[in-house]
């Protein structure tokens, strides 16, 4: 292996790893139709959404796991 397959391959587990922990750390979303009626009501009604640890959290998993693929890609085109 050369060096820049060991640096692709350490950024890919450490962004999997990322991904694992943002995931678990997002809370759960409200089941059955009380939380659909309540959930609906709490999202139209709050103002700062964006800034809670939940939508911070949501669009870390998102870059996150766009980073893994891409590195996923990367080290399927470099082998």
Known sequence: ???LTIIFTILQVLSGLAV???VLMQSGKSAGL???ISGGAETFL???KAKTLDAKLAKATKWFAL???L???IL???K
Do not use: E
Request: aromatic content about 4%; charged content about 5%; overall charge positive.
């Open 71 to 73: 590195l996923t890609l």
């Open 46 to 48: 709050s103002k700062g």
């Open 34 to 36: 009380s939380g659909a």
């Open 20 to 22: 694992t922990v943002i």
């Open 76 to 78: 399927n085109l470099i």
């Open 1 to 3: 292996m050369n060096a």
């Open 67 to 69: 980073a893994f693929v």
